[in-house]
């Protein structure tokens, strides 16, 4: 993955087959990653790869928010061993270091598009 370079936006689904508060998986080249919509519209896109379990799990999980420093912040729970991580972001709430990753995302003519890597995931199990 490269961080630095260019978006090439891929559409990876149609907009209505996307649900609320709930993830989708997309296979792109560089891995698989997972797509949340949240109720107020906004898009995430982290790994789909658990760093803890190294299962692709975590479109799976459950989708939340907790407040941080009274800032609400959108989560997901990985459906393994329960690390929240934060949506805007990928990082794991409760370990430092270690994070999902994140890519670019947006909603054009239909479609779910997914942009460039812009955090490359960090602390996985086989590293």
């Known amino acids: 993955m ?22 989708v998986a997309a296979l792109l080249a560089e891995g698989q990653v997972a797509i949340v919509r949240m109720s107020d519209g906004t898009l995430y896109c982290v ?4 760093p803890f379990g190294g299962a692709n799990v975590i479109a ?5 928010s907790t407040t941080i420093d009274g800032v609400r912040v959108p989560t997901v729970a990985s459906p393994m061993y329960k690390q929240v991580f934060d949506l805007r972001d990928g990082s794991c709430l409760s370990e430092p270091g270690v994070t999902l990753g994140s890519w670019e995302v947006r909603s054009r003519d239909g479609n779910i598009e997914v942009g460039r890597c812009v955090a490359e995931p960090t602390g996985c199990r086989d590293e």
């Not at 490269?2 to 993830?23: I, Q």
């Not at 790994?47 to 658990?50: E, F, K, N, Q, V």
Request: net charge neutral; glycine share 16%.
């Open 2 to 23: 490269n961080v630095d370079a260019p978006s090439t936006w891929r559409a990876v689904c149609r907009d209505e087959g996307l649900p609320t508060e709930r993830g």
């Open 47 to 50: 790994g789909h790869r658990d």
């Open 60 to 64: 799976r999980g459950l989708v939340g």
